[in-house]
């Protein structure tokens, strides 16, 4: 039994009701029902409890402590925690509650990422999740930062990891080729099993053994999957969590905000496309083991840069409105239209592609759409 109190809603179940009233409060609401179902489900019945720990009490290390102190560890009962703090957005930290208490924790991690195309273009998280990310490089050496740490370090807690091989977020993009999901749930559920091996070793199993890659294009295919761990953190946010991380998810893009250093934001928005670039070459140059492979494996890194220039024009449109320059944000705006005319164009040239971004999405967000017509207007009527 997985139960889940935090983060619940019923949109998408009308004939349902009910609400969980303080549910991040372990007097109150965690600590009774963790009690009653370690004793209904674990004790009474033995069966396996899973109770997951999102939008309850991951956030807060003091509660979870004060949980675990109360609870009972049985064999059949598990934690469950995301591997970072928070939704699944890259720079977020990784979370502080790993490692802690008691009871055997299981470790939650999304493949396809909500925030981040969904298995539409290439973006390889398996080795970030377990052996650190780039963004966790400088938090503090006497934290665990990363799987592999929390393993080495508190064995007995290790319960495994779950992965989110598909799933997350509300609409599209919708994938038809599975691949870059699979790449990520594969590598992470062979090491799960077994966490001395190292992460390369089991990439390398599948890129050849799963895949079909032989000899140089394994390490082509490693560096292209490697490009795309960077690429994606530079282009959606910055390696130092200069945007907020909520601009853009699904298929729609929100009016960027920035939060802290704009020319260092800026400069990986071009490292970014850059990295895009590289990983569209090295795409073209692997032998694939068969004709939709490329194809695939071609399109998916293509839809990757021209989704990833949007991102790039708009973020310096943001800047050049930020700095009233209005000969820059006649340029960005060009080249936003522009970017756009380029990606909804791709769908011709490369089948298998996912569904596309749109401009109209406005679920959850509001529309980068609305702001940027008051800005045309408003240029326009000052004769630019």
Not at 58 to 85: F, G, R, T, W
Not at 150 to 164: A, D, N, Q, R, S
Request: net charge positive; proline share 4%; glycine share 8%.
């Amino acid at each position: 039994m997985v139960v889940r109190i935090g983060e619940t809603y019923l949109d998408d179940a009308p004939h349902h009701q009910g609400a969980i009233a303080n549910k991040k409060s372990p007097g109150k609401t965690i600590i009774p029902l963790m009690q009653l179902l370690r004793e209904e489900v674990c004790v009474k019945h033995n069966k396996k409890l899973i109770f997951r720990t999102w939008g309850s009490f991951d956030h807060d290390s003091k509660a979870y402590q004060q949980v675990s102190d109360a609870i009972d560890p049985h064999p059949n009962l598990m934690i469950s925690i995301k591997h970072c703090e928070g939704d699944f957005h890259r720079g977020n930290s990784f979370s502080r509650s790993i490692g802690q208490g008691r009871h055997p924790q299981i470790i939650e991690v999304q493949c396809a990422r909500e925030y981040e195309g969904k298995g539409a273009y290439p973006n390889y998280i398996a080795r970030g999740v377990i052996e650190g990310f780039e963004e966790h490089a400088d938090m503090p050496t006497d934290k665990i930062n990363s799987i592999r740490e929390f393993v080495e370090t508190k064995p007995e807690l290790y319960g495994g990891i779950w992965t989110w091989s598909r799933g997350g977020g509300w609409d599209g993009p919708y994938i038809k080729n599975e691949f870059w999901c699979d790449l990520n749930a594969w590598v992470l559920a062979q090491w799960a099993q077994d966490p001395t091996q190292s992460e390369e070793a089991i990439f390398d199993r599948y890129a050849k053994d799963r895949l079909g890659l032989k000899g140089g294009d394994v390490e082509k295919f490693r560096k292209l999957c490697l490009l795309s761990t960077d690429a994606v953190v530079r282009g959606r946010n910055s390696t130092r969590r200069d945007m907020d991380p909520w601009w853009t998810r699904d298929q729609g893009i929100a009016w960027p905000i920035i939060k802290g250093d704009r020319q260092r934001n800026l400069k990986q928005k071009d490292e970014s496309v850059a990295l895009w670039k590289e990983i569209v070459t090295l795409a073209e140059s692997i032998q694939w083991p068969d004709a939709k492979s490329r194809e695939h494996a071609i399109g998916s890194a293509t839809y990757g840069l021209r989704l990833y220039e949007i991102y790039r024009s708009l973020i310096y449109l943001e800047d050049a409105e930020h700095r009233k320059d209005k000969a820059a944000m006649r340029q960005w705006l060009q080249a936003y239209d522009d970017a756009w005319k380029v990606y909804n164009n791709l769908p011709s040239s490369h089948p298998q592609l996912a569904t596309l971004y749109t401009r109209n999405y406005s679920r959850h967000m509001k529309k980068a759409e609305s702001k940027l017509q008051k800005l045309r207007e408003t240029l326009a009527r000052q004769g630019e």
